[in-house]
């Protein structure tokens, strides 16, 4: 899942950044409105966590900005402000949750799971597929009841795949996914991760869509 978290106070920035990537969110930072805005046009995310006090405008103007451009991105705003009239202020431009600072860090990425469950096509926190099944709280995968070991790349992957499973994902939306900006992937980063999981899951579970990219059958 490819978060954009705009947030001006670099070191919160840092330490959320590092906690959302080992939980296996993609992670762009910007500190300001107007690059936010930028990337939502050019490279929309999945999810959006905004603060609210940001040095060149107003969050919640950038909230608004994103609605009237028709955006439908799930935005979690993070705000110093408690009072209920900008709660209510933001809800009511179509924040899609709301989480006071200070705030401890496993609350953020509960919320974010929340967010994450409603866009997926799966309905629950664990998700079957064949033999496979992949636990979202605990991130933990097993195969015919056996527990497989993964590293946070993999799992990524495979729970791209599976929570989008009847849809085709492209390599480019993968990697996208999977890896924060400025990183050097590889160009066939994608196809050494697929790889491993085949070999550790049988080679039925990922498709391979020639010229396009991978699929997960829906059980
Ligand atoms: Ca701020």
């Not at 992949?134 to 527990?147: A, F």
Request: one cysteine or more.
């Amino acid at each position: 899942m490819q978060v954009l978290l705009v947030e001006d106070d670099n070191s919160l920035a840092t330490g959320l950044s590092k906690a959302l990537r080992n939980e296996g969110f993609a992670v762009n930072h910007v500190a300001e409105g107007r690059a936010a805005l930028h990337v939502v046009a050019t490279e929309p995310p999945e999810i959006i966590v905004l603060d609210l006090g940001l040095p060149d405008m107003d969050g919640l103007d950038i909230l608004r900005q994103l609605r009237q451009s028709g955006s439908a991105v799930p935005v979690l705003v993070l705000t110093a402000r408690a009072s209920i009239d900008a709660r209510v202020t933001g809800l009511d431009l179509g924040a899609d949750d709301y989480l006071s600072k200070p705030f401890e860090i496993p609350e953020l990425i509960a919320r974010l799971r929340v967010i994450e469950r409603r866009l997926s096509t799966q309905v629950d926190s664990t998700i079957r597929i064949g033999e496979v099944e992949l636990d979202t709280l605990r991130r933990e995968v097993t195969c015919g009841g056996e527990y497989v070991e993964m590293p946070r790349r993999e799992y990524a992957l495979l729970k791209s795949l599976m929570e989008n499973a009847g849809k085709i994902q492209t390599r480019e939306q993968l990697e996208t996914r999977l890896y924060p900006w400025g990183e050097e992937v590889s160009s066939n980063a994608i196809e050494v991760h697929v790889h491993h999981l085949r070999k550790k899951l049988g080679n039925d579970l990922i498709k391979t869509v020639r010229g396009v990219g991978y699929t997960i059958r829906r059980s």
